[in-house]
């Protein structure tokens, strides 16, 4: 199945958040390992690259849960909780935001390689956590950051000679400069990543 299911080629705007949206889509489609993801619970974001710098932080996965799925947790005395976000009416369970415009100045395989990269991290549960593969700083990439990298290039690899996938849309050849001068406008939405709420957790008479 290779339909085109992206259009912003004959677009005005350049809608970054949906169409990103829709590559994040077409990926947790068309990948196995991602056949637990509910992409209409992800909403795609950006933040502003701090330097104009190549190498650095390309994207960052918000869950929007604690340890389990949980919507609160106690803690020495405290209960913190996480606003619900909503978008479109859907509550969602993880926000991707992607650094502009370092991330659209990478090559299609490496923009490819941050979206799975993140979609990595979501729960095999989908439920608001993020996926731990050891214990302690290494729970998001493991023992070694060199071999997880390796399996997210494998995903990519078998993502793009996959009949699965959609045709890969022409922007995403694109960097920020190309970007620039094919749209009349780079639209970009900003969502706002929810504060943890801290209270004195109320003591249960015993």
Same mark, same amino acid.
Do not use: W
């Given at each position: 199945m290779t339909s085109d299911l992206?259009?912003?080629?004959?677009?005005?705007?350049?809608?970054?958040?949906?169409?990103?949206?829709?590559v994040v889509r077409d990926v947790a489609r068309a990948c196995e390992e991602f056949g637990h993801i509910d992409s209409g619970r992800?909403?795609?974001?950006?933040?502003?690259?701090?330097?104009?710098?190549?190498?650095g932080l390309q994207a960052k996965i918000y869950p929007l849960r604690f340890e389990g799925g949980a919507r609160e947790k106690i803690s020495n005395g405290y209960k913190f909780s996480i606003p619900p976000v909503y978008y479109d009416g859907?509550?969602?369970?993880?926000?991707?935001?992607?650094?502009?415009?370092?991330f659209l100045n990478l090559t299609i395989s490496e923009k490819l390689e941050?979206?799975?990269?993140? +979609?990595?991290?979501?729960?095999?549960?989908?439920?608001?956590d993020i996926r731990r593969l050891s214990m302690g700083s290494k729970a998001a990439h493991g023992s070694s950051h060199e071999i997880f990298d390796r399996f997210v290039a494998k995903i990519v690899k078998r993502y793009l000679y996959s009949g699965e996938r959609s045709v890969l849309p022409r922007? +995403?050849?694109?960097?920020?400069?190309? +970007?620039?001068?094919?749209?009349?406008?780079?639209?970009?939405?900003?969502?706002?990543?929810?504060?943890?709420?801290?209270?004195?957790?109320?003591?249960?008479?015993?």
């Amino acid at each position: 199945m290779t339909s085109d299911l992206f259009n912003s080629e004959e677009a005005v705007i350049f809608d970054f958040n949906r169409e990103y949206m829709g590559v994040v889509r077409d990926v947790a489609r068309a990948c196995e390992e991602f056949g637990h993801i509910d992409s209409g619970r992800i909403a795609v974001s950006y933040s502003l690259a701090r330097t104009n710098e190549r190498h650095g932080l390309q994207a960052k996965i918000y869950p929007l849960r604690f340890e389990g799925g949980a919507r609160e947790k106690i803690s020495n005395g405290y209960k913190f909780s996480i606003p619900p976000v909503y978008y479109d009416g859907v509550e969602i369970f993880y926000i991707i935001s992607f650094c502009i415009p370092r991330f659209l100045n990478l090559t299609i395989s490496e923009k490819l390689e941050t979206i799975v990269h993140e +979609l990595f991290h979501i729960s095999p549960r989908f439920n608001g956590d993020i996926r731990r593969l050891s214990m302690g700083s290494k729970a998001a990439h493991g023992s070694s950051h060199e071999i997880f990298d390796r399996f997210v290039a494998k995903i990519v690899k078998r993502y793009l000679y996959s009949g699965e996938r959609s045709v890969l849309p022409r922007f +995403l050849y694109y960097d920020y400069k190309k +970007l620039k001068q094919s749209y009349a406008e780079i639209k970009l939405e900003k969502l706002k990543i929810p504060k943890i709420i801290t209270e004195k957790a109320v003591s249960r008479p015993e």
